[in-house]
């Protein structure tokens, strides 16, 4: 079975500190993609950030960073200079190249960033 | 940039009727799915549908559900005889290719009474 396991349900970071967030998952596929979604009070699911699993070195986009270990199946995001909008539910997901069909979510990660 | 628009934000239906979801995906992305996630739980994966054919459902998207392209912007989701356990955030996305990322909708808050 393929699964997401978000070990932390619930976070908090004081603002300009850094954060990491932790995601493991398990799959017997080599090839596939792993995504952070954010999901702010407002409910809606955005993409933050997304990694190719046969890319070695980690995706970054801007303050947000991932630590990719392929041989651990872990997935972790790296939150930087956090700040108040950053406040959400995060999702780990993960989508093999055998089922483009769909992503599967992580039970998620409530992150408080306190002023 | 392009985004999926889901309407209505919030329905709030009498249990045993039917409700239709209502979704526009970006206007050239081929590939459409629809998501739900029950308050507190995880995001689910519902079903995919790709050139008018449902591509793969999960053992949710049972015989009370149906997806529909009904013309070339839409794409909808009809639960026929809604339950109590239906309610439910229920997102819509779409891509343009199913390597690439799949883009969500706002969400559709439905509410069964």
């Known amino acids: 079975a393929q699964t997401v396991t978000q070990s932390q349900p619930e976070m908090s970071v004081q603002e300009a500190e850094t954060v990491t967030l932790s995601c493991t998952y398990d799959t017997s596929e080599s090839n596939y993609y792993l995504f952070w979604y954010k999901q702010p009070p407002s409910r809606q699911m955005i993409l933050v950030i997304r990694?190719?699993?046969?890319?070695?070195q980690n995706a970054t986009e801007n303050r947000f960073s991932v630590n990719f270990q392929k041989a651990a199946k872990s997935f972790s995001l790296k939150i930087s200079d956090s700040q108040l909008g950053d406040t959400a539910m995060y999702f780990c997901a993960f989508m093999t190249l055998d089922s483009y069909d769909k992503v599967i979510f992580g039970p998620g990660t409530s992150l408080s960033v306190i002023p | 940039e392009p985004e999926v628009t889901q309407t209505p934000s919030h329905q709030v239906t009498q249990m045993g009727q039917e409700v239709i979801l209502r979704c526009v995906p970006i206007?050239?992305?081929?590939?459409f799915y629809w998501y739900r996630q029950i308050l507190g739980q995880k995001v689910e994966f519902l079903v995919s549908f790709y050139n008018n054919e449902i591509s793969e459902k999960s053992e949710i998207f049972d015989d009370q559900f149906s997806v529909e392209r009904p013309d070339g912007s839409n794409f909808t989701l009809k639960i026929r005889s809604t339950k109590l356990e239906d309610s439910a955030m229920y997102f819509c996305a779409s891509s343009e290719d199913p390597r690439k990322p799949q883009h969500f909708g706002d969400g559709t808050r439905l509410s069964i009474l």
């Open positions: 990694q190719e699993a046969y890319k070695q």
């Open positions: 206007s050239n992305h081929l590939y």
